[in-house]
């Protein structure tokens, strides 16, 4: 999980270690720090916040892209518009969820996006 607000991964972390098919291996407050990350931890799917200072989410998503071609990023913003949507699917995002529906979509999302990775490749 990327994300620069620490109370967003703290809650995120709680809220994924209910499910018992779902396990944070690592996390980051900076799109920087990504690379470095998915090299020693393998994870299956990153969570990419998109506003973060430095090295923003979309550009982290290319980088991971760059790196890791099949590792699935799944994108969580507040930033829920055509342009930021755009963005993240011309750098290599798997999927998009807006924070505000982050309750009903997110969970089925990652599963899904492991699964096709896992079914896929790489």
Known sequence: MVDDQPAVLRGLRMWLA???DLMVVGEAASGADV???IESLLPDVILMDVEMP???GVDATAVVHALRPA???VIL???DDIETRARAWVAGAAAFVAK????PVLVR???DVARWHSQNGS
Do not use: A, K, M
């Not at 505000?100 to 309750?103: G, K, L, Q, S, Y």
């Open 18 to 20: 209910l499910e018992p």
């Open 77 to 79: 913003s507040l930033h």
């Open 109 to 111: 999302t990652i599963r």
């Open 100 to 103: 505000h529906e982050v309750e």
């Open 71 to 73: 590792l699935p990023v």
């Open 35 to 37: 690379g470095g990350l």
């Open 54 to 56: 430095g090295l923003d």
